[in-house]
């Protein structure tokens, strides 16, 4: 028997390619499905089918899928809200079949799911064969239509895509981030779907050194991915690293070589085991201590053999030191002050005197990743200088001599006076001084054009030959190929002068000095441009600078009493105690033991005004004491504090890449052999003009010749050509901003995709409870027991225990209350059976009275039968019209034919926040529609609608947890893209959702919105599903996400304009396209190579700095969140 409640089914298919295909879709599911099926959207942008059904069952759901497959479409994955069958979830699957990669969107798809769509897949063989299948495809088609001759070969190829189903202080946001931070860490970003028999999978993260532009990341991605070891790969162009997940822990190394096999500097920066991740114990630690002084074989044993006498039970050897691997590793319990890090350092020490040991960390990813940003910066500066010291020389023979020198000047007789075969003295030095330029400043571009070449020509190959062809190269080989051909075709000059005998060679027939100039401005741009980028990835730097690397450690000695040591961090252990002074940071986060302060917060949550701290007050690392000194027991150790929380955040972010850089990515790939067939060809039409007696003899003579004449376009088309600015001008504008999200008390989980969706938001869901309320404290504010009659045998004092017991079992804020109000001195009754309704309330049973007890809210009573009166729902209703919450708490004796009988109602307030009218009103200015949604009752939700200034129309009430989602989807199917021209329109025509919440019960829907933000308060799961954390809570934050992501994207607008158009226009006037207009001295307009190339320099330079600017708080210039305005 089907349900009445429609299903949602979404199917990917790997050949979606364009409108015909959507049509196609629609008309065949609506055409073979008629009645049951209520729509179907076909996405072209994500390659979604998503289906609104019947619940038919499984076997509908399969039919679906093989009717699209019949259609020659390739289904890759499926979604569906329908139950999974059962007597399919302990079958064998095939496990190349389904993959999925998991990112900062909605992750509803389980593994089960993906199981059965697996199973159907290997029990159910398509009924079309795959040629056939494939024909069907290219005759709906029109995008393969117009490739086929082309692209066939590429249809067979398996598509992985990514399925997207898919006043605080900083106290609460660490309790959230911690817990968030063990349910969905960060390295499980990208994953296999499968069952328990799915590969173990070890993510390496790589440094690489060398990478310029997105041809170069593009190039490691496609390259290493053909590897078949390789499970997924993520390049990051900024912070110059890379992510890789592999089947073989053993393939590490291979990994790097494979790297710098195509041309880049490669360091391993760690290994993890994610199965091992999973099960690593938060009471353990696990470190690796470096040993110096191991001067025999004899030491190590002596080492192990005096942990095992120190606590063999809670120390734990994983990797033993040796002479030539100085480096311990152990797993062990601490439990301070008996048994601490500082005691096992000791120890070994004790072992020898000459033995000195120390706390190992191997550099952090962002560490490597300046070390090899500083190494190519080394190489850059070194080989620019001396391209300028042979420049100036070059500058005054070449330039100062031949234009500004007068011919009567006998030096430069001297100079221009034939030597041998025709050649002056003045090209012999040229030629001496751009030799060295040539080899030792420009071979960094040869080098790795040459390692580029041979890694796609080498006989292991997977590249496809054809391939090869139109997708090849990177900014490198353009810059070889620059200098390279202005370089050989002077020599070659040279050479035919000498074998031919000249008696006199025109100077013009040389490109000497332009290589010179060439390469100096090249590198000079490369290396601003390095500076410059650095500077947009240094978010993560900036947040690890907030902690001291000392820590004052108050300990009892038995001699002394009390002793304070100065301590390195890395030594402090969860239970010692420490000291801060006033301006000093806490080194960890802790629970204040003595004293009183006041702390600058403002570096994690962006909240201005020092936050009061006394005894019992947890304090963080990162903040700042601007009062007097306090004793603090550490809580969070090194490595687990509430900063290395948000660090991890704001680093997870930074891996996650906006879809708008597939554009750069897409433009990138095909942009050198495209410039490359633009020089050859330029090359040829100039030649065929000067051959053709176009050209003028003398500008012919002045030029060398005809070919070179020809080859002076040809070159200025290599230099000027630049994709550096297509591949920067997204994730350096995305950087910045993630930068200064953070700085604002945003933490962007979800990187650049989430915030290119928050820059297309229409609408903004908030969650009532704890969202728009304050949601900390709720207090019972009136309360009547029994309001309409006694009930025999049950008095006050039994009802208060009973519902004290029964409260006590949830977690719930209003439960807290409750268990508040029936006070300390009510002692909690024994309950038997305890059931929990979710979004209704509670059941028990009294173990020592015959009753049962119900507390919750007036849904409940209506599944119960509770009998209210006239009164009482009068009551109810007017505590109802002052925006507070309601509980009704109904008694029973546990005969047959007992019925529910009242015995209190409560009231609950929860304040709204302060500044949540004017955010509404903020929102509703700018044209955004604002909602709410709750689980609380109409009339209260809409009294606090009305406090809120949110209309009573955009209220959801009476909103059970596992519905939240399903409201969410409801309001992306309905409401449409905002017309405001401010507004970025989404792509699909719907409105673009964002949810704010924090509870639990919020999680479903903060992964089904467009967008989650979640504020810090809020619960671990709901951190965990957001793809934003409001470090502070304050709702004026939503505001400020709002106006950063549209300003960043803004920005990368402009940036994309800038490099599209300086590319536009720069290369067909290298190209010669402005020759035909004179000056009015006579000369033809062109681009010079030498100019060529400055200006290919300042055009990746001005994108950087475009995205750097961003930091400037000018209006129009860079981002200043705007002020809060009271009065809204």
């Not at 890694?455 to 990177?474: A, H, N, Q, V």
């Not at 027991?633 to 708008?660: C, F, N, Y």
Request: glycine share 6%.
């Amino acid at each position: 028997m089907t349900s009445s409640k429609p299903i949602t089914t979404s199917y990917l298919v790997g050949n979606l390619h364009c409108p015909s295909c959507v049509a196609v879709i629609k008309n065949v599911i609506e055409q073979e499905y008629a009645g049951r099926v209520f729509w179907v959207s076909p996405n072209v942008v994500t390659s979604v089918v998503t289906v609104e059904h019947q619940d038919a069952g499984a076997d509908f759901i399969r039919d679906m899928g093989q009717t699209l497959e019949d259609a020659g479409f390739e289904i890759c994955a499926v979604d569906t809200t329908a139950d999974i069958p059962d007597d399919l979830a302990n079958g064998t699957a095939d496990d190349d079949r389904v993959r999925t990669s998991q990112d900062s969107g909605r992750r509803r798809g389980s593994g089960a799911l993906e199981l059965w769509w697996r199973l159907w897949r290997a029990a159910t063989p398509s009924a079309t064969p795959h040629d056939s299948k494939a024909a069907t495809h290219l005759d709906n088609c029109d995008a393969c239509k117009t490739t086929a001759a082309a692209v066939a070969h590429d249809h067979g190829l398996s598509l992985e895509q990514q399925f997207h189903a898919n006043n605080l202080s900083a106290s609460s946001l660490q309790k959230r981030l911690s817990g968030a931070a063990k349910m969905s860490p960060a390295v499980l970003e990208q994953v296999i779907v499968d069952d328990a028999d799915a590969p173990r999978l070890w993510r390496a993260t790589v440094s690489i050194g060398g990478m310029t532009c997105a041809s170069c990341s593009n190039t490691i991605t496609e390259q290493i991915q053909k590897y078949p070891w390789v499970s997924g790969i993520v390049v990051n162009l900024v912070t110059n690293s890379a992510s890789v997940d592999i089947r073989d822990e053993g393939r590490v190394q291979e990994l790097v070589s494979a790297i710098e096999d195509l041309g880049y500097d490669a360091a391993l920066d760690k290994v993890i085991d994610l199965e091992e991740l999973k099960r690593v114990s938060v009471d353990e630690r696990e470190i690796e201590i470096k040993i110096d002084g191991i001067f025999c074989a004899k030491c190590p044993e002596r080492i192990l053999k005096t942990l095992k006498n120190l606590s063999s039970s809670r120390i734990e050897i994983l990797k033993a030191a040796s002479r030539e691997k100085p480096y311990l590793k152990i797993r062990y319990t601490p439990q301070a002050p008996e048994f601490t890090i500082r005691h096992i350092l000791k120890a070994i020490e004790a072992t020898d005197p000459s033995l000195y040991a120390s706390i190992y960390h191997p550099p952090t990813l962002e560490e490597r990743s300046k070390a090899i940003r500083a190494k190519h910066q080394r190489q850059m500066f070194w080989r620019m200088m001396l391209t300028l010291i042979l420049a100036i020389p070059t500058f005054v023979f070449g330039i100062v001599y031949m234009s500004l020198v007068p011919d009567s000047d006998p030096a430069k007789h001297y100079l221009m006076k034939p030597w041998t075969s025709g050649l002056s003295r003045l090209e012999i030095i040229l030629f001496a001084l751009s030799t060295p330029v040539y080899f030792f400043a420009a071979d960094i571009f040869h080098v790795r054009a040459i390692k580029e070449i041979r890694t796609m020509w080498r006989p292991e190959s997977r590249t496809p030959i054809i391939e090869r062809f139109y997708k090849f190269g990177s900014m490198n080989m353009l810059m070889s190929l620059g200098t390279t051909i202005a370089y050989f075709s002077s020599v070659a000059q040279m050479i035919a002068a000498g074998l031919r005998h000249e008696t006199s060679v025109p100077e013009s027939r040389f490109y000497f000095d332009s290589v010179v100039f060439l390469t100096l401005f090249l590198l000079a741009g490369r290396l601003i441009e390095a500076y410059s980028k650095s500077k947009t990835g240094d978010a993560v730097g900036a947040l690890a600078k907030l902690r001291p690397n000392t820590a004052l450690l108050i300990e009892k000695n038995q001699i002394r009493g009390q002793v304070t040591t100065v301590t390195p961090i890395d030594q402090l252990e969860h239970g010692d105690t420490i000291r801060v002074p006033h301006g000093a940071s806490p080194a960890t986060d802790g629970i204040i033991l003595t004293g009183e302060s006041n702390f600058d917060e403002s570096s994690l949550t962006g909240e201005s005004r020092p936050i009061k701290k006394a005894p019992g007050d947890e304090i963080f690392a990162g903040t700042v004491n601007k009062g007097d000194a306090v004793t603090i027991r550490v809580t969070g150790t090194s490595g687990k504090s509430m900063l290395d929380q948000i660090v991890e955040v704001v680093r997870e972010g930074q891996t996650k890449r906006a879809p708008v850089e597939q554009i750069a990515d897409i433009l990138t790939s095909y942009f050198v052999p495209v410039i490359t067939l633009i020089a050859v060809l330029t090359w040829i039409i100039w030649l065929s003009l000067a051959l053709s007696s176009v050209i003028s003899e003398h500008e012919l003579r002045s030029s060398g010749g005809s070919a070179a004449f020809a080859f002076q376009f040809a070159i200025a088309v290599f230099v000027v050509a630049c994709p550096c600015g297509l591949a920067l001008a997204a994730p350096t504008a995305i950087f910045v901003g993630g930068g200064i999200a953070a700085k604002h008390g945003i933490l962007a989980k979800g990187g650049g995709e989430a915030f290119e969706k928050a820059s297309k938001i229409d609408c903004v869901v908030f969650d009532k409870t704890g969202t728009l309320t304050e949601g900390g404290e709720p207090k019972i504010t009136d309360s009547e027991l029994f309001p309409d009659q006694d009930i025999r045998d049950f008095n006050k004092q039994a009802l208060l225990s009973g519902l004290k017991a029964a409260e006590e079992q949830s977690s719930h804020p209003i439960a807290k209350a409750v268990v508040k109000f029936c006070g300390d001195n009510v002692p909690s009754a024994q309950l038997g059976k305890i059931e929990e309704l979710p979004g209704r309330g509670m059941k028990a049973s009294y173990q020592d009275k015959p009753f049962d007890i119900a507390v919750g809210n007036e849904l409940l009573m209506r599944d119960l039968s509770v009998v209210l009166s006239r009164a009482v729902i009068n009551r109810l209703q007017s505590w109802k019209g002052e925006a507070k919450s309601v509980a009704v708490v109904a008694v029973k004796s546990q005969g047959e034919n007992s019925s529910w009988t009242p015995a209190a109602i409560l009231s609950i307030s929860d304040p709204i926040r302060s500044e949540a009218r004017a955010v509404v009103k903020a929102l509703r200015t700018r044209g955004t529609q604002v909602w709410m949604l709750s689980g609380d009752n109409v009339t209260t939700a809409k009294a606090v609608a009305r406090l809120v200034g949110i209309s009573e129309a955009n209220v959801l009430a009476e909103v059970l947890p596992s519905e939240k989602a399903d409201k969410v989807r409801y309001l992306q199917s309905t409401l449409y893209a905002d017309e405001n021209p401010n507004n970025y329109r989404s792509s699909t025509g719907r409105a673009m959702v964002a949810m704010v919440g924090d509870g639990i019960n919020d999680s479903p829907a903060l992964t089904t919105a467009d967008v989650g933000i979640a504020i810090g308060s809020g619960s671990d799961v709901a951190i965990s599903s957001a793809d934003f954390v409001l470090a502070s809570s304050s709702l004026g934050a939503v505001l400020t996400l709002l106006d950063l992501s549209r300003t960043v994207f803004r920005r990368i607008k402009v940036n994309f304009g800038w490099a599209v158009i300086y590319n536009l226009l720069a290369v067909p006037i290298a190209a010669g396209c402005l020759y035909g207009i004179k000056t009015g001295d006579g000369a033809h307009v062109r681009l010079d190579p030498v100019w060529a190339a400055l200006a290919m320099a300042l055009s990746s330079i001005s994108v950087v700095l475009s995205s750097l600017a961003l930091r400037i708080k000018i209006p129009w210039v860079g981002f200043r969140a705007k002020p809060l305005k009271e009065d809204y």
